[in-house]
C-alpha cells in the first residue's frame, strides 16, 4: 500500500509514520505534502529519502477549492491507497474528503469528540479534566469527526500548561499513529486504546 503524508509543520508525525514503514509493514510512504513549502516536515522527509511536494495555500485566499485542486495534482500522480493527516491544519472541502472517503486518517491532539478545533490542551486543562490524549481517526465531511481508530489517553497533572500537556502527548501520538495505520494496511479499524 501507497501511502501520502500531509503535513503544515515540524512532521513528527510523519517522521514516526515513514519510520514504522519498513520491513513486513504492508505499506510505504509514496509522498510527503506541505501546504507550507517551508514545512519543517519536507526536509525531513527528502532526509529520509521520501518524494515531496509543496502546494502554497497562501496563493488562495478564500478559495478552497482552487487550493485543493492545485493540491491533487501531486497527491494523485503518487498514486496513494492511503492519505495520513499529519499536523496539516488546513480544514479540507467535503468534496476533497468524499474522494477519498474511507482512505483517509488523521491524528487530533485530544480525546474526541471533546475539543475539536484548535487550542485541545489549554481548553482541556481550563475545563478541569483529569486526563487527555489525542485521536486518530478517519476523516469525514465534518471537522474532527469520523469513526475513531484508536485513543491515547495522559493524566493532566497539578500546573500543567497546555505546552507541557502537549509535549506529553506528542510521544504518545508517535506510537498511536503507526500503530492505527499498520492496523488500517491490515484491513483492521475496530479502536484500539494506548497505553
Ligand atoms: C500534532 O500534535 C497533531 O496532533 C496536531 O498538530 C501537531 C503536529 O505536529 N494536529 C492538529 O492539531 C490537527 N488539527 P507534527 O508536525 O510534529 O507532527
Redesign the pocket.
Known sequence: MRVAIL?S??????VALAQSMTGDHPARPCLVLANDPDAG?LARAQAMGIPTAAVDHRPYPGDRAAFEAALLEPLLAAKPDLIAL??F?RVLTPDFVRRFEGRML????SLLPKYKGLN?HARAIAAGDQEAG?TVHEVTAAL?DGPILGQARVPILPGDTAERL?ARI?PM?HRLYPLVLRRVAMGERAPVSLP
Open positions: 503535513v509543520g515540524s512532521g513528527s508525525n510523519m516536515g499529519a499536523g491544519m488523521n491524528i487530533h491532539p485541545t489525542c474532527d502537549a506528542l501520538e
